[in-house]
């Protein structure tokens, strides 16, 4: 295995650290027994089917849940959080922090491009950013700024609703 390679087992357990569980939680909330973790922790049997690899996904997006607790938000098979580092984001003359635009523009990106894939995302700003941080063990240099759930919609808008959904350019600009 080349040495940038992670086993299955090594994969598993940053998982179950960056979720702040213990391994019999971790084993417990799949409905495994601790034997065959094990064996699977240590690399002694092929990783466990793909089911059970969706299972360990859902246990640790479930932490998550706590930061933004809506059932909708812990359907999508991806969630992901955009951060900034206060310390290395840009500053302007006058002391204005770039952080948040910058994430703005990458989020924007990403939106753009799942948008492109067929897929749907949610820009969430309204979440709690201790529970989001515990939840995937930030480091605290790190300020979670936007949680993005990404994946197929259950269901897709007519592209029509903007005229009946949105305000006006008129509305939202001002000429001058």
């Not at 065959?36 to 466990?48: K, Q």
Request: net charge negative; hydrophobic share 40%; glycine share 6%.
């Amino acid at each position: 295995m080349d040495e940038k390679e992670q086993s299955f087992g090594d994969y598993l357990r940053q998982l179950i650290k960056d979720a702040g569980m213990t391994q019999n939680e971790f084993y417990t909330a799949l409905g495994i027994k601790k034997p065959y973790f094990y064996d699977i922790v240590s690399g002694r049997t092929n990783p466990p089917p793909y089911p059970l690899q969706l299972k360990a996904m859902e246990v640790l997006k479930n932490k998550l849940f706590e930061a933004y607790p809506r059932d909708w938000f812990v359907k999508a098979p991806v969630i992901l959080i955009f951060s900034v580092d206060r310390a290395l984001s840009w500053k302007s003359r006058d002391g204005k922090d770039f952080g948040d635009i910058d994430i703005a523009i990458a989020a924007d990106h990403v939106t753009l491009a799942a948008a492109d894939l067929g897929l749907g995302t949610c820009w969430l700003g309204a979440f709690d950013p201790v529970k989001c941080r515990q939840a995937v063990n930030l480091p605290e240099k790190l300020e979670p700024v936007i949680m993005m759930p990404l994946g197929y919609p259950e269901y897709t808008a007519s592209p029509d609703r903007h005229s009946t959904r949105r305000k006006s350019l008129e509305d939202i600009i001002d000429w001058k």
